[in-house]
C-alpha cells in the first residue's frame, strides 16, 4: 500500500527553525511532484510548497518565500522541507503530497504533521 508519511513537527518558539520529512514506502518519490500544504484551524489548506518530477523546480508561497526550502534526499527517498524564522501564523497541520505535476491534483497524501509556534 502506498504511504507517505510525515514527520519532525513539534512545537517551537518563534524565529526558529524545524525541518519536517516526508518518506515514503511501496514508490520513489523522485519519480513525483512532491508538495508541501498546511491547515490550520478554521482555514482552508493552502500550498505551501513544491518540488517538480521533472527537473527538481521550487516554488513557494508568498508568505514563505525567502524562510522554507523544499529539498530531495533520492538516497533516502525522502523529501524535506526545511522551515526557518517560523512565525505563529505557521501553525498549522503540514501535509506533504506525491503526484505527476505542482499544479495538478495530487495523488498520495500523508497523515500530517503538527507544528505549532508559540512562546
Same mark, same amino acid.
Given at each position: 500500500?502506498?504511504?507517505?508519511? @510525515?514527520?519532525?513537527?513539534?512545537?517551537?518558539?518563534?524565529?526558529?527553525?524545524?525541518?519536517? /520529512?516526508?518518506? &515514503? /514506502? @511501496?514508490?520513489?518519490?523522485?519519480?513525483?511532484?512532491?508538495?508541501?500544504?498546511?491547515?490550520?484551524?478554521?482555514?482552508?489548506? @493552502?500550498? !505551501?510548497?513544491?518540488? /517538480?518530477?521533472? *527537473?527538481?523546480?521550487?516554488? $513557494?508561497? *508568498?508568505?514563505? +518565500? #525567502?524562510?522554507?526550502?523544499?529539498? =530531495?534526499?533520492?538516497a533516502k527517498n525522502t523529501v524535506y522541507l526545511q522551515m526557518n524564522s517560523l +512565525?505563529?501564523?505557521?501553525? &498549522? !497541520? $503540514?501535509?506533504?503530497?506525491? #503526484?505527476? /505535476?505542482?499544479? =495538478?491534483?495530487?495523488?498520495?497524501?500523508?497523515?500530517?504533521?503538527? !507544528?505549532?509556534?508559540?512562546?
Amino acid at each position: 500500500q502506498v504511504q507517505l508519511v @510525515e514527520s519532525g513537527g513539534g512545537l517551537v518558539q518563534p524565529g526558529g527553525s524545524l525541518r519536517l /520529512s516526508c518518506a &515514503a /514506502s @511501496e514508490f520513489t518519490l523522485d519519480d513525483y511532484a512532491i508538495g508541501w500544504f498546511r491547515q490550520a484551524p478554521g482555514k482552508e489548506r @493552502e500550498g !505551501v510548497s513544491c518540488i /517538480s518530477s521533472s *527537473d527538481d523546480s521550487t516554488y $513557494y508561497t *508568498d508568505s514563505v +518565500k #525567502g524562510r522554507f526550502t523544499i529539498s =530531495r534526499d533520492n538516497a533516502k527517498n525522502t523529501v524535506y522541507l526545511q522551515m526557518n524564522s517560523l +512565525k505563529p501564523e505557521d501553525t &498549522a !497541520v $503540514y501535509y506533504c503530497a506525491a #503526484g505527476s /505535476s505542482c499544479f =495538478r491534483d495530487y495523488d498520495y497524501w500523508g497523515q500530517g504533521t503538527q !507544528v505549532t509556534v508559540s512562546s
